[in-house]
């Protein structure tokens, strides 16, 4: 029984120490652009049973209620939070913010990847580029702005105009498109706030922005991380807790052993 508490309790610590660094990740990426919070999803470990429910007892009756000893709990999962992060007036009109569902695509080497940061600059092509560690990554499908644009506007709809010297009029260079997931919690995270789809998340559905459930463009915004410090903070404080809670329980029953140890003595 002593060695199945040791067990128990030290199940109990590894899963909130796994917990803790969910949590510190949420925090260390509070101020990062269009950063999901996630958390971790605990289950129970399988019963030991010594009398199962509605077992007869010696006068033949059943009864009510088992006897069993849970062997702990464990994280099953760490599941991502796709609510809505804070915009941020930027004034870039490089910048746009997605309001609403949906994901901007793209182009990778090996496969496309999908972000809602959008931190965009252009490259020595024109090419409409996410502003990252790797600038090849571009716009799908891609958006090529003029060398002479005076000015550059982003519609709602997404659709990408520019002025050009000697034109009185916008001239229309491009359409973003936006992709969505059945079940986005289902995709890969790849860093720098990128996914790419797995056989979890479903084939992605590609519209225009305010079409078949997708989200709206904002030019000059920048969606921020929906990791709120404050909560993270209080669930750090009731993490360390539970393993503080955890540890006693191993001291109490390596206690327990000791002092039948020292009875076998006599």
Do not use: C, W
């Amino acid at each position: 029984m002593l060695y199945r508490s040791l067990h128990t309790a030290a199940s109990g610590m590894d899963a909130s120490i796994f917990n803790l660094d969910v949590i510190a990740n949420n925090l260390a990426n509070a101020g990062t652009t269009s950063y999901k919070r996630s958390r971790s999803n605990f289950q129970d470990i399988f019963y030991q049973y010594y009398k199962l429910p509605g077992q007869q007892d010696s006068l033949g009756n059943r009864t009510g209620v088992g006897m069993a000893s849970g062997l702990g709990t464990r994280v099953v999962a760490t599941q991502m939070n796709f609510e809505q992060g804070s915009l941020l007036d930027t004034g870039r009109r490089l910048d746009i913010a997605i309001v609403g569902d949906g994901f901007l695509q793209l182009q990778d080497a090996n496969q496309p990847l999908y972000t809602r940061n959008g931190t965009f600059t252009v490259n020595e092509n024109g090419d409409l580029v996410v502003a990252s560690a790797d600038m090849g990554r571009r716009l799908d499908p891609p958006i090529t702005i003029p060398n002479d644009t005076i000015e550059m506007s982003i519609s709602p709809e997404g659709i990408v105009s520019v002025l050009q010297p000697g034109s009185p009029n916008l001239t229309q260079v491009g359409q973003i498109q936006l992709v969505r997931f059945i079940n986005p919690e289902g995709l890969m995270q790849k860093g720098d706030t990128l996914y790419a789809q797995s056989d979890a998340s479903g084939t992605p559905i590609q519209a225009n922005p305010g079409q078949q459930g997708l989200g709206t463009i904002r030019q000059g915004y920048l969606e921020m991380s929906n990791s709120e410090p404050v909560e993270e903070l209080v669930e750090l404080i009731k993490t360390q807790r539970n393993v503080e809670l955890n540890s006693q329980v191993v001291q109490a029953a390596d206690q327990l052993l000791q002092l039948v140890a020292n009875l076998r003595r006599y």
